[in-house]
């Protein structure tokens, strides 16, 4: 399984600002994750970052707000922008791995307070 | 496109209880991942199967992958309080990309 770092672990923030999140994996890979975890509430893929190329994003998630950066096969950055406290969330970061390349692997998450 | 349901959605028992959760979706996966969240941190992968009646363990843990590709099952036997979390059942939506159950909470009274 891959090792994912996530920076920072918690931020408190004002609204109206943003925050990038920085994803650091220990071997490369063609592709990197980012999830949206509401409080009390289940995983949503945000997009799906590819190196080289404009990240994927989800329904309901647009480039504006979630801009994402590739630069090499083993990092990645996400940023938060303009917030509100609806962005309040956790944010993780993940590479998929195993047997047949399902499996997900994630960083600790970004836990995320906007005031 | 495809939805886990998962349940129950949280548990409370007493230490040393077998617990039981699991998973089903309205169309047919080829996987079943199980994971588990503690607090403050990002999911770790308990158990994952591949084969439609595939009954795996992992320590006091067992999953099984139902026969009809539309179903999972996860459970702990002799829960401790290390076993307090949620726990996400998940499976391949598309290309390459995962889909979650809602959570089970479990809680556990020393």
């Known amino acids: 399984s891959a090792v994912i770092s996530q920076k920072p672990s918690r931020d408190i923030c004002q609204r109206g600002t943003s925050l990038t999140i920085q994803c650091q994996v220990d071997s490369q890979v063609t592709m990197m994750f980012w999830y949206r975890q509401q409080p009390g509430q289940s995983l949503t893929l945000i997009a799906t970052a590819n190196q080289g190329s404009e990240a994927t994003y989800e329904s309901g998630f647009v480039i504006d707000k979630f801009p994402i950066s590739r630069p090499n096969l083993t990092f990645s950055t996400l940023t938060v922008s303009n917030m509100s406290p609806e962005d309040s969330s956790i944010y993780l970061c993940?590479?998929?791995?195993?047997?047949?390349?399902?499996?997900?692997?994630f960083g600790q998450g970004t836990r995320l307070t906007v005031v | 496109g495809q939805q886990l349901n998962q349940s129950p959605q949280s548990m409370f028992i007493q230490e040393g209880e077998d617990v039981s959760m699991n998973c089903t979706s309205s169309s047919i996966f080829n996987t079943w991942l199980w994971y588990k969240q503690d607090p403050g941190e990002g999911p770790v992968l308990l158990i994952a199967?591949?084969?439609?009646?595939e009954l795996t363990s992992n320590g006091r843990l067992t999953a099984q992958f139902g026969i009809t590709r539309k179903d999972s099952f996860l459970n702990i036997s002799a829960s401790i309080p290390s076993d307090v979390g949620i726990y996400f059942c998940?499976?391949?939506?598309?290309?390459?990309?995962?889909?979650f159950g809602q959570g089970t909470r479990l809680t556990i009274n020393p």
């Open positions: 993940s590479v998929l791995g195993g047997q047949g390349m399902d499996e997900a692997f």
């Open positions: 199967l591949y084969k439609a009646g």
């Open positions: 998940a499976g391949p939506q598309g290309a390459q990309k995962l889909v």
